[in-house]
C-alpha cells in the first residue's frame, strides 16, 4: 500500500524557515517523480514544486523561487522541502503528491497524496 | 503560465442528477488535462488522468472528454458520496496550473 506521509509543518515568524519531509512507502520510491502541492486555508490547490526520480532536474512555481528547495533522498524515501524567508502568504496545508507514472499523461500527474502538513506563518 | 479556469465554480444537484463541469485552458494543452476530487480536510484524489482515461479504482459514473483548450468532467448519476470540490490540473508544461475549483452541494 502507498503511504506518504508529510511532516515538519508549524508556526514560524516572518523571514523564519522550515523543512517540511515526506516519508514515502509501498512503492519503488526511486523510480517516481514527486512533487509539493500546497493549499491556502479555504483556498484552491497551488502547485509549489517538482523533482524528477533520479533528483537531477527541480521545477518550482515563481511565487517560490529562489526561497524553496525541493529535494530528495532515495535511500531514505523520503521528499523534502527546504523553505526559506517565509512570508504571510506561504501559510497553507502542504501536500507531497506522487507522478501516477512516467508516460506523456502520467506524468506530473498525482495518483497518490499525503494527508498534508500546515505551515502557519505569522508573527 | 497556462490558465485554468473552471466553470461553475459552484452548484446544486440532487443525488441521481447528471452533472458537468468545464475546464478551459488560455492555449491548448492536447490531452494533459486531469480531474481531482477533494472532500473538506482530505487530500485530493485522482479521478480523470490523460483528458479521459479513468483512474483505478474511480467508479465509472465519471468520465471525461476534450482536448486542446475545452474539458469536461461528467458524473453520469450523482451519488451523496460526490459531493465534494473538483478541480481540473493541467500537466502540459511547468508551472503546473489548477482551475480554481467547483463545489458541488446537495440541492
Known amino acids: 500500500e502507498v503511504q506518504l506521509v508529510e511532516s515538519g509543518g508549524g508556526l514560524v515568524q516572518p523571514g523564519g524557515s522550515l523543512r517540511l519531509s515526506c516519508a514515502a512507502s509501498?512503492?519503488?520510491?526511486?523510480?517516481?517523480?514527486m512533487s509539493w502541492v500546497r493549499q491556502a486555508p479555504g483556498k484552491g490547490l497551488e502547485w509549489v514544486s517538482s523533482?524528477?526520480?533520479?533528483?537531477?532536474?527541480?521545477a518550482y512555481a515563481d511565487s517560490v523561487k529562489g526561497r524553496f528547495t525541493i529535494s530528495r533522498d532515495n535511500s531514505k524515501n523520503t521528499l523534502y522541502l527546504q523553505t526559506n524567508s517565509l512570508r504571510a502568504e506561504d501559510t497553507a496545508v502542504y501536500y507531497c503528491?506522487?507522478?501516477?507514472?512516467?508516460?506523456?499523461?502520467?506524468?506530473?500527474?498525482?495518483?497518490?497524496w499525503g494527508q498534508g502538513t500546515l505551515v502557519t506563518v505569522s508573527s | 503560465d497556462i490558465q485554468m479556469t473552471q466553470s461553475p465554480s459552484s452548484l446544486s444537484a440532487s443525488v441521481g442528477d447528471r452533472v458537468t463541469i468545464t475546464c478551459r485552458a488560455s492555449q491548448s494543452i492536447s490531452n494533459y488535462l486531469n480531474w481531482y476530487q477533494q472532500k473538506p480536510g482530505k487530500a485530493p484524489k485522482l479521478l480523470i488522468y490523460g483528458a479521459s482515461s479513468l483512474q483505478s479504482g474511480i467508479p465509472s459514473r465519471f468520465s471525461g472528454s476534450g482536448s486542446e483548450t475545452d474539458f469536461t468532467l461528467t458524473i453520469s448519476s450523482l451519488q451523496p458520496e460526490d459531493f465534494s470540490t473538483y478541480y481540473c490540473q493541467q500537466t502540459y508544461s511547468n508551472p503546473l496550473t489548477f482551475g480554481g475549483g467547483t463545489k458541488v452541494e446537495i440541492k
Open positions: 503528491a506522487k507522478y501516477l507514472g512516467t508516460s506523456e499523461t502520467s506524468y506530473r500527474t498525482f495518483d497518490y
Open positions: 523533482i524528477t526520480g533520479s533528483g537531477g532536474s527541480t
Open positions: 509501498g512503492f519503488s520510491f526511486s523510480k517516481y517523480g
